[in-house]
């Protein structure tokens, strides 16, 4: 248990924090997934992975997800769409 106030409202601020970032989490992982499922399913899935670039980009610039990690996820759903309209 913390002891002194400004132990008590770093508590605080990391659970409001946390949740926040589980929210974006939670949403950047839906749309990658969203855009996943229209790319093998051979739907047009430009929107959804445009979607889900979006959803990234905002997880990096607000630091919920390294910019390096957010770099290298899409570049791969990139890579899939762009091999999935090629075969």
Not at 6 to 31: F, G
Not at 46 to 71: F, M, P
């Amino acid at each position: 248990m913390a002891n002194t106030s400004s132990a008590r409202k770093r508590i605080r601020t990391n659970e409001r924090k946390r949740l926040r970032n589980r929210m974006y989490n939670s949403r950047v992982k839906t749309m990658v997934k969203k855009a996943e499922d229209a790319i093998f399913s051979g739907d047009s899935a430009e929107d959804a992975v445009r979607e889900a670039l979006i959803s990234l980009d905002k997880a990096a610039s607000k630091g919920i997800v390294h910019k390096n990690n957010a770099a290298r996820r899409k570049s791969r759903l990139v890579k899939k769409l762009v091999a999935s309209k090629s075969a």
